[in-house]
């Protein structure tokens, strides 16, 4: 299948003005790397003394900024070159990636081969810097080896640099587009194990911290990345620069906003806001704001100027390529700048923090009350903002569907609605609040994400609103959502995952592996665990009810009897998990919980047992309206067929009918005929 790329255009050519852009992303990569250095010349004393560990030297004091900073520069271009060939260019009709998707591949895999040969140098980086040993000294192989059980950023490093090594290899074999969407996903993941790490992730409100900060890596690599990526498509004369750059345009708007509010909320965390001019953390906390200002005007620029040219000719690239250059740059420093930041010591907290704050980021006021678990909300930047933004997508959806003129139906839309308050209250309110540190709490929130959200959202027929909302490309258009929508809806993944036995799988047996399985009792202190017990409960809840309940296009067509074998068969083992909670003699986290040092929550057995009966007596509730719903559907399907007859006999002038009494005529006659 690589025939026909290759005959159109040799992906390896090097056309000259490739070594522009490469010397461009250098420059971008050394700005990163003098800024991070120099920053952190400012504050690195203060951070010895206040961490009380030896001057580890020149080496690792300045050379650990730079050469992190030199890791984010090729991380966010093998984002952003990913993110080109998977969403900005089309490829071939056969699927195989065009010359351009191609080459920004392979730009993906080199960046993923300076990402990955960085993180590695930063192992002994990292614990040269946390022990104070010199540079050489924590570089020996025996000292490298043990820092990654003792030292969590030599760790973070090393998980990293896995990460950027499976892009780079996997980079060097693609050659159809459906992987490439796959390996953006897989690159965005190498960018959490540092965003789960760090001061961000200790000390108080370190889960507002986390959060924020893992909205802000993504959505700055993705805007950073598109940037290169899209400039050095447009100095090698790609082809579709102007479809590219309105997507482009897109994505940073969005990106700018996710980066504001994060940045805004991760600042506010560490630094009170009268302190912002105090120290040293909160002038370099002005000074990113003031870049990314920057940041946001060029980009406003580039949309004014450089697109309506593009639409007008699209082989003008110079506003485009002129506007992009600057901004790189800018961001060049401005990563050097974050990096600088991330190894500034924020000021000291005003107070001692309680043992549950240190665990959970945050204080409990008392024992879960009916009151206090439905007015005392701590927003979840994660979840909160998805349910939010779930629900004004749909309604925008639904808006342009009127302007149209179509209609969609009531039901459905309070469905999608009541759907995503569930996933909001679920996560944000007191129960999401308690939840991490009451076991009985914490199941009701999970009972609530993967039973109750998903059939709300599921009857809300989100993909059949999208297919009927965004436009379609046209027979020679360029592919975009609802293309991109139908290729994963027809894809074998997806086939495979919608099979019932696999969801329904997925589903119940997500249940016993969490908490009989010992995964629960081993993460519960573990904040990133939470994040991802969360989107199982709700990935795994949605894809059963979307197989079980079809008011949504799906790979496979399963019968109405089928689906409710489907829901009448995981009917036993929810009740038997429900059952075996509460028959368990053992405290799953029982140390975590102890270490909380809440005095309300002492009896602890009692507490799961509360939990394990929670999850008997709700999780029948949802599935039993699931079978109402389905026998709903079974009637309505069968008045359906019947109306189908009924007027295909009419167009037929009901011949249908009358051959079939012909039919029974004829057999009489000839039984009289025969004497019978």
Partial sequence: MATPLLAKSDPESQPPSRAGSTALFVVGGLIAGLVAAMVVGLSAAQALVLLGIPDPGPITTYGLPAMRAVAEVAAVITIGSLLLAAFFLPPQKSGVLDVDGYRAVRTASHAAIVWAATSLVLVPLALSDTSGQPFFEAAKPSNVFRSFDQVELASVWRWTAIIAIVVAITARLVLRWWWTPILLAVAILGLMPLALTGHSSSGGSHDMATNSLILHLVAASLWAGGLFALLAHARRGGAYT??????????????????????????????PIGDFLDTTYGRLVVAKAVALVILGVLGFAHRRRALPALQKDPASRGNLIRFAGVEA??????????????????????????????????????????????????????YGTAAIVLALVYVLGIRKLRRRGDSWPIGRTVAWMCGCAVLLFATSSGVGRYAPAVFSVHMGAHMALSMLAPVLLVLGAPITLALRALDPAGKNGVPGLREWLLKVLHSPFSRFITHPVVAATLFVGGFYALYLGGIFGATVDSHTAHILMNLHFLLSGYLFYWVAIGVDPSPRKLAPVAKLAMVFGSLPFHAFFGVALMSMNTVMGESFYRSLGLGWNSDLLSNQQLGGSIAWATGEIPLMLVMLALLIQWSRSDGRTARRVDRAADRDDEAELAAHNAMFAELARRDREAGL
């Fill in 242 to 271: 102007d479809v590219a750059a309105r997507r482009f345009s897109t994505v940073a708007g969005i990106c700018f906003v996710v980066m504001a509010i994060s940045g805004v909320v991760n600042a506010l965390v560490r630094v």
């Fill in 329 to 382: 740059l800018v961001f060049g420093a401005t990563i050097g700048l974050a990096v600088g930041l991330g190894r500034t010591p924020p000021p000291a907290p005003v107070s001692v923090p309680t043992l549950t704050e240190v665990e959970l980021g945050y204080n409990l006021s008392g024992p879960p009350t009916f009151a206090r678990l439905m007015l005392d909300w701590r927003f979840d930047l994660l």
